[in-house]
């Protein structure tokens, strides 16, 4: 099998061609063009006749949209990557809601601890040498969907055979041989 990192550099593929950002709930419509879900929705409620933004592909009936899970979790680990890239005093704040962490705001989710921080909580992240390292993303409801299950560590590469997102360890422990392109 072949293993590949999240690709920074190519985000066309999975930007939405409405919005230009990446994409939110993508779903994919009968011709094969990926989309926001609001998106698209936005579009087609504002049109007489069904058809593809990108293409002008028509569609006889308006189809049932649901969420393209294996891009959506791209997009999610493409987002989480381009954090761990960015500098933090670049970040914008996210666009997503809210996370609480009973009482406040939530500012970042760390991968490593398994929890979501306020700037209270976040502060041994920036002091404290071992969390420095942490691998901190934008706050997240579903913290468990960026975790490996079998090995509970960050997901930080992509299986192209599997069609799927692994962590370090499952990349080491796998039997086949590999190749691994490093971001």
């Known amino acids: 099998g072949y293993f590949i990192s999240i690709l ?5 593929e ?13 779903v994919s ?18 049109s007489t006749h069904c058809q593809c933004p990108f293409c002008a592909a028509e569609f006889p009936k308006r189809t049932e949209l649901c969420v393209n899970t294996f891009i ?24 997503s809601k809210n996370v609480l962490c009973g009482y406040c705001n939530e500012e970042k989710s760390c991968l490593d601890c398994g929890m979501s921080c306020c700037n209270t909580q976040l502060m041994p992240h ?12 934008d706050p997240v409801e579903n913290l ?27 990349m080491r422990h796998t039997t086949r041989l590999t190749t691994l392109n490093i971001v």
């Not at 920074?8 to 066309?12: G, M, R, V």
């Not at 939405?16 to 709930?25: A, P, R």
């Not at 920036?126 to 993303?137: M, Q, R, S, Y």
């Not at 960050?154 to 692994?166: A, K, Y």
């Open 72 to 95: 959506s979790g791209l997009a999610a680990h493409f987002k989480s990557f381009q954090m761990k890239s960015s500098n933090p005093e670049e970040q914008l704040p996210s666009k």
């Open 144 to 170: 468990e969907d960026y975790i490996c299950q079998k090995h509970n560590r960050p997901i930080e590469l992509f299986c192209r055979d599997d069609q799927m997102c692994i962590c370090q360890f499952c």
């Open 126 to 137: 920036k002091t404290t040498a071992k969390l420095k390292n942490h691998k901190l993303i």
């Open 29 to 46: 419509t009968p011709c094969g063009h990926n989309f926001c879900m609001s998106c698209l929705k936005a579009c087609w409620d504002n």
């Open 14 to 26: 999975l930007q939405c061609s409405i919005c230009l950002e990446v994409f939110s709930d993508p």
């Open 8 to 12: 920074l550099d190519d985000i066309d």
